[in-house]
Each structure stands twice: as structure tokens, then as C-alpha cells.
């Protein structure tokens, strides 16, 4: 049986934002009819203002803060502890300071079930805002070089770039890649969906587990490239 996996930030939405109207009708008639999971950093109260309750609700399970929150439906099957420890937090605040990007909006720190995402910009941050530090990182790389300093700094947890804005810090082994255990990697066929598979993205350790047992995976930049992608498979 095909099973389907998707990130939603920048794969099944733009990132922060909710389903495209006609792409949401087309998706809740494909999800109606196949096994479909979804996997992202996001937490769920945020994944239901993305994708509505009904999308929600198809999907077979869905794996909120990196698979650190699980649900099926409204039952919560599991939610994961984590707290950012207080060194951390503090050479995280440094480069807050020592970053080049001018705006700075608050809430750095977002605590999550089983992970913490951290971001220069700041969550109080306006549309406007967070595509400048987009495109501003694209160019500077802040983000992926934050995270391999930290890294390298403290091997006991894990820092992934997530989003447009954010990177990911959990525990080692609770990043995406966890939610294989839900999965026959033998007898599954799995299509995984997600736009930050590069090393050092929150989605490089499912997609590196599950191309490691010869299943399907699909980089992409943009919902529409998702769902092109999709018409073709479907």
C-alpha cells in the first residue's frame, strides 16, 4: 500500500501560512482516498490554521513538533518533554546580539512538545519581516551556520534549520526521522514530500532514512511543486 508523507511549511503551504483554497479542496479529495501523514515542526494548534480540521482529520496520523507530538485525529497518542538547558539558551542570546539582521521582533525562544525553535527574527514578526530575513539568509546563511556551530558546541542535541525563519533544537534521535518506527520500511511504499531536505535541514534524516531503504522522496520548493508532483503520482 502507497503511503504518502508531507512536511507542510513550504511543501503543502507557503510557510506560516494556510493551504491554497483550491489546493486545499484538491487535497482533501486525495487524502479521502489514500494514506496520507503528515510531519512538521509546527505545533498543532498552528498545523489546524494551515491545513483546516478537515485535512487535519483525514490524514492517518499527523507528527507535530518533528513527531515529538502525535496525533490521530484529536487523540493525542504521544507528546514529548523537552527544556533548552541554560548554556544554550545563553550562546543562543549572543548571536540574538551579534546578528547582522537588523530587525529583531521578540519571542526567540517558542518552547514546543519535545522541541524548542529558535529564531533571530522573532516571532512577533509581520509577513513583510519574515520574507526579508528569508531572502537575507539565503544570502548569509546565518541560520545553517548557527546550527553547525552549535553543533559541533553541544553533540548531545540536535540543531536543524526549519522553516523560513527557525531552527529546531531537540534531543538527539526526537527530530523527524523518529517517525519510521511508525512505518514498514520493508513492505511500505512511502512517497515523502518536504523542501528542507539539504544536510542540516529538518527534513534531511527522515528523507536520508527513508532513501536508505529505497523509498520515494521529492524535494520541493513550493506547494504548487507538491501538488504538480502529486497529479502526476495520483
Known amino acids: 500500500m502507497r503511503k504518502y508523507i508531507f512536511d507542510v ?8 501560512s494556510k493551504m491554497d483554497p483550491e489546493f486545499s479542496s484538491w487535497f482533501e479529495h486525495f487524502a479521502t482516498h ?3 501523514y503528515l510531519v512538521t515542526g509546527s505545533d498543532r494548534i498552528k498545523t489546524l490554521e494551515q491545513v483546516g480540521f478537515g485535512i487535519y482529520n483525514l490524514c492517518v ?13 484529536s487523540k493525542n497518542l504521544y507528546s514529548g518533554i523537552f527544556a533548552l538547558p541554560l548554556d544554550v539558551e545563553f550562546d543562543l542570546r549572543d548571536y540574538i546580539l551579534k546578528s547582522k539582521f537588523s530587525a529583531k521582533t521578540g519571542m526567540h525562544f ?5 522541541l524548542v525553535n529558535f529564531s533571530i527574527l522573532g516571532r512577533n514578526n509581520t509577513l513583510e519581516e519574515r520574507a526579508m530575513y528569508k531572502e537575507w539568509d539565503e544570502h548569509q546563511s546565518e541560520r545553517a551556520q548557527i546550527a553547525t556551530t552549535m553543533q559541533e558546541r553541544y553533540p548531545h542535541i540536535s540543531f536543524e534549520v526549519a522553516g523560513d525563519t527557525g531552527i529546531d533544537i531537540t534531543l538527539p534521535g526526537c527530530d523527524k526521522s523518529q517517525i519510521t518506527r511508525d512505518f514498514d520500511l520493508e513492505n511500505d511504499r512511502i512517497e515523502f ?14 528523507a536520508s532514512a527513508l532513501a536508505s ?6 524535494q520541493v520548493k513550493t506547494w504548487e511543486e507538491t501538488w504538480n508532483l502529486l497529479k502526476q503520482l495520483a
Not at 511549511?9 to 506560516?16: E, I, K, N, P
Not at 496520523?61 to 485525529?73: A, R, T
Not at 517558542?110 to 519535545?114: H, I, S, T, V
Open 61 to 73: 496520523k499527523v507528527y507535530n513538533c518533528s513527531g515529538n507530538d502525535v496525533w490521530e485525529q
Open 213 to 218: 531503504a529505497g523509498q520515494g522522496i521529492h
Open 110 to 114: 517558542d518552547q514546543r512538545p519535545g
Open 193 to 206: 514530500f518536504g523542501d528542507k531536505m539539504e544536510p542540516g535541514g529538518n527534513d534531511y534524516k527522515l
Open 9 to 16: 511549511d513550504g511543501t503543502l503551504t507557503a510557510s506560516r
Open 34 to 36: 489514500n494514506a496520507c
